[in-house]
């Protein structure tokens, strides 16, 4: 059973930029999709960033694309979320998710595709 580990959430100025780790427990995070979804407190889990286990496909939200950028290092079973010019609307649990996948050029978006995930991190950004 693989699991996933987040971290690099806390209190952050608007404006400013965060980086979210999710460390996983098993080298099969290699060939597993990963996934970043985050809920704000009153509001359902909603989906951020994907990325592909063979790295060449991302997708993201609307609401964070062109100032986030999902990665991986597979040598590390580690994924990460780069998040700039963080916004009070950005303030929420960061999760990160994972599904072993014999495709490497598929990264799901929905919740319900992902069979792995993280207890989450909180994000604060401070107007």
């Known amino acids: 059973q693989v699991q996933l580990v987040e971290s690099g959430g806390g209190l952050v100025q608007a404006g400013g930029s965060v980086r979210l780790s999710c460390t996983a427990s098993?080298?099969?995070?290699?060939?597993?999709?990963m996934g970043w979804f985050r809920q704000a407190s009153g509001k359902e889990r909603e989906f951020v960033a994907a990325i592909s286990w063979g790295g060449y496909i991302t997708y993201y939200a609307d609401s964070v694309k062109g100032r986030s950028t999902i990665s991986r290092d597979n040598a590390k079973n580690t994924g990460y979320l780069q998040m700039n010019s963080l916004k009070p609307e950005d303030t929420a649990v960061y999760f990160c998710?994972?599904?072993?996948?014999?495709?490497?050029?598929?990264?799901?978006?929905?919740?319900?595709?992902?069979?792995?995930w993280g207890q989450g991190t909180q994000v604060t950004v401070s107007s």
């Open positions: 098993e080298r099969t995070f290699s060939t597993s999709a």
């Open positions: 998710a994972a599904v072993p996948l014999s495709n490497n050029n598929y990264a799901p978006r929905t919740q319900g595709q992902y069979t792995h």
